[in-house]
């Protein structure tokens, strides 16, 4: 299994996010960054995969409310696929 881990420190717009989660899975260029895009990517067979993440950002963040969005995609997406894993620190 493959250990993944999102650090979304420093980072303060959506494509930022989408950026770090791109290349955190080695998405293709044609990756939309955007949630259905990522939701989409994350459902598909893969080998498998175990992404750590932050329970949430502090909320005085920008990028806290989209990135609470971001978690429910995640979420759903391993809710799917049984390849991926979350796992929160």
Not at 3 to 21: D, N, S, Y
Not at 66 to 79: G, K, N, P, S, T
């Amino acid at each position: 299994m493959k250990h993944l881990t999102l650090q979304p420190k420093g980072l303060t717009t959506p494509a930022q996010l989408h950026g770090e989660i791109k290349a955190l899975f080695a998405f293709p260029d044609s990756y939309g960054a955007n949630l259905d895009a990522l939701y989409d990517l994350l459902c598909q067979p893969c080998d498998a995969v175990c992404l750590t993440l932050p329970r949430a950002l502090p909320r005085r963040r920008k990028l806290s409310r989209y990135y609470d969005r971001v978690v429910d995609i995640l979420q759903a997406a391993a809710e799917q696929n049984p390849s991926l894993q979350l796992s929160w620190r």
